[in-house]
């Protein structure tokens, strides 16, 4: 069974947001639900620049410009949307604090 996204509407506004991410979400979107990765470590076969912090997976959206956080449940086969940043917010860190969220 491969991934599902939960929350996929999220994407949709973070889309219409960001309209010069629309084309790599939808790209992000074909890759995730095409896969059966058991780890980390498979998920990076995918997506080699997919980095865990804490129990998060980020992803470059965009070439670097935008980051995607998701929380992936490997066992049950699913992914939650938790945010889309700009590398700015991104890298002010606020995020994991749970603030963005």
Same mark, same amino acid.
């Given at each position: 069974m491969v991934l599902r996204i939960i929350t996929k509407q999220r994407l949709k506004l973070y889309a219409d947001n960001y309209p010069d991410a629309r084309e790599a979400i939808a790209f992000w979107i074909i890759g995730i639900t095409s896969i059966e990765p058991q780890n980390l470590a498979e998920l990076r076969k995918r997506f080699g620049s997919a980095d865990l912090v804490g129990r998060l997976t980020v992803f470059n959206i965009c070439c670097h410009k935008y980051r995607l956080i998701v /929380?992936?449940?490997y066992q049950r086969k699913e992914?939650?949307? /938790?945010n889309f940043l700009t590398h700015a917010e991104?890298?002010?860190e606020y995020w994991k604090n749970g603030e963005w969220f």
């Open positions: /929380r992936i449940e992914v939650y949307i /938790r991104y890298n002010k």
